[in-house]
T-cell receptor, first 114, second 113 residues
């Protein structure tokens, strides 16, 4: 157990639908990152939150949004889903630089859009 | 072009052989992270390198950072079937107090018993 919890582990939904992925960071970590991993694109950074505020945006589609709550858990909302959104979605959290713990990843949510 | 290039893309080695995976950045690195991933599973943190010339080891895996070349190498000694998986390098760049990691495409390692 890495300490980063992602739910659900698997999700199957139809095109056009909306889903919410949830992430609880490792205790004490203030930063949360969302990544998408597909076979052809590899691991792509989507968005980062730090202590409730958006810190950085990557290749995140307008149909996707995220937020980090006061208890530091984060949710990634994916709407108007398309077949191409099928992928593994990872959440990671990080400790302050210099602690040597790096970025800790959750076990991912596998999204299948049919 | 890719900011972070990993080579080789895939590698098949006989059990007991040594191997090296390389990761080269096109920009100045702030930190370089190595992860291992079993297919379809989460990423397992292996090592983090920050200083030029830094070298770290974990069991039979050693990683080095060459600051001049902006390159890191991951070396596995006496490979075992348990080493099989996808190795990913992730780079942190200057420009923020703690930014996101950019990842290479990964190296798929197979170890033949």
């Amino acid at each position: 157990d890495s300490g980063v919890t992602q739910t659900p582990k698997h999700l199957i939904t139809a095109t056009g639908q909306r889903v919410t992925l949830r992430c609880s960071p490792r205790s004490g970590d203030l930063s949360v990152y969302w990544y998408q991993q597909s076979l052809d694109q590899g691991l792509q950074f989507l968005i980062q939150y730090y202590n409730g505020e958006e810190r950085a945006k990557g290749n995140i589609l307008e149909r996707f949004s995220a937020q980090q709550f006061p208890d530091l858990h984060s949710e990634l909302n994916l709407s108007s889903l398309e077949l191409g959104d099928s992928a593994l979605y990872f959440c990671a959290s990080s400790a302050p630089l210099g602690t040597g713990y790096g970025y800790t990843f959750g076990s991912g949510t596998r999204l299948t859009v049919v | 072009s890719q900011e972070l290039e990993q080579s080789p893309q895939s590698l098949i080695v006989q059990e007991g052989k040594n191997l090296t995976i390389n990761c080269t950045s096109s920009k100045t690195l702030y930190g370089l992270y190595w992860y291992k991933q079993k297919y379809g599973e989460g990423l397992i943190f292996l090592m983090m390198l920050q200083k030029g010339g830094e070298e770290k080891s974990h069991e039979k895996i050693t990683a080095k950072l060459d600051e001049k070349k902006q390159q890191s190498s991951l070396h596995i000694t006496a490979s075992q079937p348990s080493h099989a998986g996808i190795y990913l390098c992730g780079a942190a760049y200057y420009g923020g107090s703690q930014g996101n990691l950019i990842f290479g495409k990964g190296t798929k390692l197979s170890v033949k018993p």
